[in-house]
């Protein structure tokens, strides 16, 4: 499995995973959308996406980080918001990779660290994060505000 970083020359093959990644999270399932979105994050050097492609050139997974900073730290840091990897993918290692591959970026960045949040109930996902050294953060409250 090779684990690129997603270019313009990627969008065919990383758009139908962001696409099912929406779905998952009870998004309609919008490919033009997605497309657009994830051109639009490229283009204008808003996030790195890097893509599992299987030998076939077909897309196995995803994850998608955005840079932002740490005011408290006085530094930056990197927000891993998506990964996903395709049912017929999981059980390989491939979330593993991904996670491996955005750790090198944020160590070569020389950021302060990654963060991500996930469900409570994704017990899965949450192995897989202190598996590879993610502390889970208490004493927090997370707040959004819709407008």
């Known amino acids: 499995m090779d684990i690129v970083k997603a270019s313009l020359n990627e969008l ?3 758009t139908p995973l962001f ?3 929406r779905v998952f999270y009870h998004q309609e399932s919008h490919p033009e959308r997605a ?3 994830l051109a639009q994050r490229i283009q204008n050097q808003e996030s790195a996406i890097f893509v599992a492609v299987d030998r076939d050139g ?3 997974g995803f994850t998608q980080l955005y840079p932002c900073f740490s005011s ?3 530094a930056r840091i990197w927000i891993l918001n998506d990964l996903f ?3 017929d993918y999981r059980g390989q290692g491939i979330a593993r990779q991904l996670m491996q591959t955005a750790k090198a970026m944020a160590v070569a960045d020389q950021v302060k660290g990654i963060a991500l949040e996930t469900t409570t109930d994704n017990v ?3 192995a897989l994060y202190e598996s590879l050294g993610y ?3 208490s004493g927090m409250y997370h707040y959004f505000l819709t407008v």
Request: proline share 4%; aromatic share 8%.
């Open 12 to 14: 065919d093959i990383v």
């Open 19 to 21: 696409d099912a990644y």
């Open 35 to 37: 497309r657009e979105f």
């Open 58 to 60: 077909k897309g196995a």
């Open 72 to 74: 408290v730290s006085a």
């Open 85 to 87: 990897v395709a049912p």
């Open 124 to 126: 899965n996902a949450q």
């Open 135 to 137: 502390v889970k953060e």
